[in-house]
């Protein structure tokens, strides 16, 4: 099986840098995603890390540790657009690849 | 583009009806899914397919049956609804490479109540 842990919730002001933390126990699995959810809306691609090391696009970095079974997304000079719900998910499967999501971050940026 | 197309945007169903949630993707996507999203859930992945005429079951099939006829569509249907199923319905595609998922584009969503 596999289990992925996020922090329910984060706050931050405008300008901030704010990491959000996904720990996962799995067996194996292909690659680390991050995903952007607005309140109503659909969630939204992110990132995608396939190898140890950091991805940055933007002001979003994302970043895979397979030995400590751990992830992270770094979003800097926040905005208030920023505040969403974000999700870590894992990319694994037997013979087809599959997402399996955390619960989400709840991301609230204060003026 | 469209995207992923979703309908309708919001269900009322009375517990033991039937019906369909339609998915269409104009990308020309081999894998289609479908999720529901629970509060606190994060996204959990139904039923999901890899191109025309084949699907698969995620971590909660119960209730829900799928089929793949052309790669468009991807319809999602509920045999005999009850309230635990009442939840907000999202239907991804994305492309395969070499099996893995990189980037999946999620449909509006659909919101659907059982009472």
């Known amino acids: 099986g596999q289990s992925l842990e996020q922090p329910s919730e984060v706050t931050a002001v405008e300008g901030a840098i704010v990491q959000i933390n996904c720990t996962y126990q799995?067996?194996?699995?292909?690659?680390l995603s991050w995903y952007q959810q607005h309140d109503g809306g659909a969630p939204t691609f992110l990132s995608y890390?396939?190898?140890?090391g950091l991805e940055e696009t933007g002001r979003f970095s994302s970043f895979l540790s397979r030995s400590d079974s751990y992830g992270y997304l770094l979003l800097q000079e926040l905005q208030m657009k920023d505040s969403a719900s974000y999700f870590c998910?894992?990319?694994?499967?037997?013979?087809?690849?599959?997402?399996?999501f955390g619960r989400g971050t709840q991301l609230t940026v204060w003026p | 583009n469209a995207g992923v197309t979703q309908t309708p945007k919001f269900q009322v169903l009375k517990t033991g009806q039937s019906m369909t949630l339609q998915c269409a993707q104009d990308?020309?996507?081999?894998?289609m899914s479908w999720y529901r999203q629970d509060p606190g859930m994060g996204l959990r992945l139904i039923h999901y397919?890899?191109?025309?005429?084949?699907?698969d079951q995620g971590e909660v099939p119960n209730g829900y049956n799928v089929s793949r006829s052309t790669t468009e569509d991807f319809p999602l249907r509920l045999l005999s609804a009850a309230p635990s199923q009442t939840s907000v319905y999202f239907c991804?595609?994305?492309?395969?490479?070499?099996?893995?998922?990189?980037?999946?584009?999620f449909g509006p969503g659909t919101r659907l109540t059982v009472t």
């Open positions: 991804a595609s994305s492309t395969l490479r070499q099996g893995i998922i990189y980037e999946q584009y």
């Open positions: 799995t067996s194996g699995f292909y690659g």
């Open positions: 890390n396939a190898l140890d």
């Open positions: 998910a894992l990319a694994r499967g037997s013979t087809l690849g599959r997402l399996y």
């Open positions: 990308m020309n996507h081999e894998y």
């Open positions: 397919s890899v191109g025309a005429g084949i699907t």
